[in-house]
């Protein structure tokens, strides 16, 4: 079967036996065209089933009307949350989205940002892989403006918009010392991105500044691409997003942590790796040992105990990325000085940090 053909403004033209001119003129209610021939026109281009070709028409006015998003992993539900708000701000400001997906590879990403340099949108949002940034230089000698979301890229000097994940970990770590804990312990993933390196400064600071003793061992790193759980094999995995990295240090932890001690996550899904280690050796969350989460996931409220945990503001990141993108956009010149904005997140105190027994040995080390 042979596809329809796409209908053109010269079928109208053809059709109505005016000019193309006339017909452009119509369609976009220019003037020098009467009211009878732009209602015929219209009515024409409705029976055909004509559609105007953004494409043509963003070569023609250099303006695509089309952002590009980079985004590592959309399972995340952070990132789900971020891509409606972007989405949604930008559909406010007159706006389409291109989406562009690298599940953290150094060259995904590159080939996007050549995608969407060929594609012509008017500015890119880009959560970087973090490895490199000769392709986003690429991008904005070629005009196109780029702002990064909720990670810091120190060789680009480009506006950053992100959560303050310093100042969340200095939060959910305040709240298990307020708590009686002096026995904490930070579960991370195995990644060299910002936000973890910001959580991980943000524990450590804390402690310090409260007189607080952290041993290297405080912080124990999860590889994000290793997800062993009992039971049957999982399947693929998506990131650092699954309980199974934490379960495998959960078990760890029950045997060398003392009853009242406190364990952070980076994310809700390693706590909920964590509950079911320590549930399994016979420690219960909330009574006998803590735990904190990070990000405040739809299913943290629903555990047995329900999640202390950070609620990170996703909307607030989007919608602020994209005024900030279109403030490049619409502006003269790129060569402003870089801003970097970071959104306040907050601590959610359900029951799962306590309150605990006071701080003791299950048996030393």
Sequence with gaps: MTARRRPTLRDIALSLDVSVNTVS??????????????ERVK??????GYVPNSMARSLVLRNAMTLG??????????????ISAIEERGRERGYSLMLMVTEDSADNERRAAEELMRWGV???????VQHGAEHWHRLRKSGTPVVLLNRHL?????DVVGVDYYAGARAATEH???GGARELYLVEEDLDISPVSERIRGFRETLAARGVAAPDDAVVRVDPGAAPVAGPAPGPVSGPFDPGAA?????????????????????????????????????????????????DHPFSAYLDPALTTVRLPAPDVGRAGVDRLLERVQSAADDADPIRTLLAPELVVRASAGPLPHPSRRGGR
């Design 43 to 48: 009515e024409e281009a409705e029976r055909l």
């Design 154 to 158: 120190p060789e680009l000097d480009a």
């Design 122 to 128: 008017d500015g890119v949002l880009a959560i970087p």
């Design 69 to 82: 998003l980079v985004i590592t992993n959309p399972s995340n539900p952070f990132y789900a949350r971020l």
């Design 176 to 178: 298990a010392l307020d």
């Design 247 to 295: 379960y495998a240090v959960g078990a760890d932890l029950a045997r060398r942590a003392g009853r009242g001690a406190v364990v952070l996550a980076g994310n809700d899904y390693h706590a909920l790796g964590l509950y079911r280690a320590f549930s399994e050796r016979g420690l219960r969350v909330g009574t006998d040992i803590g735990v904190v989460g990070h990000g």
């Design 25 to 38: 003129r119509a369609l976009a209610d220019k003037d020098a065209v009467s009211p009878e021939t732009r």
